[in-house]
């Protein structure tokens, strides 16, 4: 299974300099997230076991938990990956009211962000390594842990160097990375793409379609249902 492809002394700057480490509890568009295994333990990328695509590897499930602000609830969702989706879906979902005046009822449930909850969580549960898979001791990460101070998953330099001309081995490596990322987190993988490697829609769509003929983006689907583009 091949990984990013960075040198010794490039993945040692990856992991110390430019990424900032992150705990479990992640947040992404206002919604701060704790994410677990099913058996209660904190989520980490040794959880990450079953390979998908060629370079990552995912947890199987999850559980998720956000405290909401509005409404004011603890909503907990578990969801799994499912194969034949190519993603996680979610499978149950519970609110707890914060406040004696809060009622949970069916309208105030159809209000839950449970889709912003599941893709918060994926990022802490899709792992990936930044030296060789089958390389004695090679270390795996979390997206969320690799991703940057400036919110970004790859570091504008290599995302500079994936996007150059003759660079096609990396530029792989990097879409099955995002194209993962999105697609099992349920967001577009070609918006990811293109904000991620500064590239129009087209060329993104492209690059897509290409990894996917090259069999890396095995067991991984876009939600919107075009398992080419995005």
Known sequence: MPALRVSVAESDTLGK??????????QTKGVKVDVRTIDGQPMTAKA???PVGSALRIA?????????DSPPVTVTVMAKYVAAEGRYITQSVTADAARDDVE????LMRTLPIGRVVQAAALSCIALTLQGAEAVGAEWFSVAELTTAEGRIIPEW?????AARGQTELR????EILYGTAALAGEPPTKLI?????VPH?????WISKARAAGRLEGMTSNVGRKANG
């Open 202 to 206: 087209r060329t993104a769509s492209d």
């Open 17 to 26: 300099s430019h990424l900032r480490m992150r705990d479990t509890k992640r």
């Open 104 to 107: 949970v009822n069916s309208r």
């Open 158 to 162: 290599i995302a500079k160097d994936a």
């Open 172 to 175: 792989m490596d990097i879409v």
């Open 60 to 68: 199987p499930s999850f559980v998720a938990q956000a405290t909401l």
């Open 194 to 198: 293109q904000e991620e490697l500064a």
């Open 48 to 50: 990450a076991t079953l």
